[in-house]
């Protein structure tokens, strides 16, 4: 959905938005059952629980860092390619809830894209970007998070 403004190349290169630590581990995708059963084909290691209408991994074995990496990561990146969850296809904007308003935000973990203007970042949600994410939001209300003062605004949608 990024790829306009991000490559795969380089997010299978940084990998940096599907590994956790522990402070943000509640932040993990929410899996279909689709997702869940292709990674167990390919991980069978990983263990999910149900969360809303899908499944997040449980973590398991930290590494020598300390942190959880996805069980969808592989050496190349996603194994779910555009299958991958939605909150993922669009990392690393982020559709938050502030005071019970729907607004995008950006998070500053992904260096690559925090570091352009922000108004090309605004132009590029308003070429069409910013109105699938709101649309997929009233519907899945699961992929909404609060809103953190560490993401600047982008947008402000509607009412939740
Ligand atoms: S942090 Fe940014 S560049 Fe790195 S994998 Fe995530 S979206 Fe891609
Ligand atoms: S599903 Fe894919 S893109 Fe999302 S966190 Fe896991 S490995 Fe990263």
Not at 39 to 68: H, M, T, W
Not at 69 to 76: I, V, W, Y
């Amino acid at each position: 959905m990024l790829k306009k403004i991000l490559s795969a190349e380089r997010c299978a290169e940084c990998k940096g938005c599907c590994v956790f630590e522990c402070y943000d581990i509640f932040e993990t995708p929410i899996f279909s059952a689709e997702n869940r059963n292709f990674i167990l084909e390919k991980n069978p290691r990983a263990v999910f629980s149900k969360k809303d209408k899908g499944y997040v991994f449980v973590p398991q074995d930290p590494d020598s860092d300390g942190l959880f990496g996805c069980p969808a990561l592989s050496e190349n990146g996603c194994i779910l390619g555009d299958s991958k969850p939605f909150e993922c296809r669009i990392f690393p904007y982020k559709i938050m809830n502030l005071d019970g308003r729907l607004v995008i935000a950006i998070s500053p973990c992904c260096e690559e894209i925090y570091k352009r203007p922000l108004s090309e970042l605004v132009a590029f949600l308003k070429s069409g970007l910013s109105e699938k994410i709101f649309s997929y939001a009233l519907t899945h209300p699961e992929i909404v998070t609060p809103y953190s003062e560490s993401c600047p605004i982008l947008l402000v949608g509607d009412f939740l």
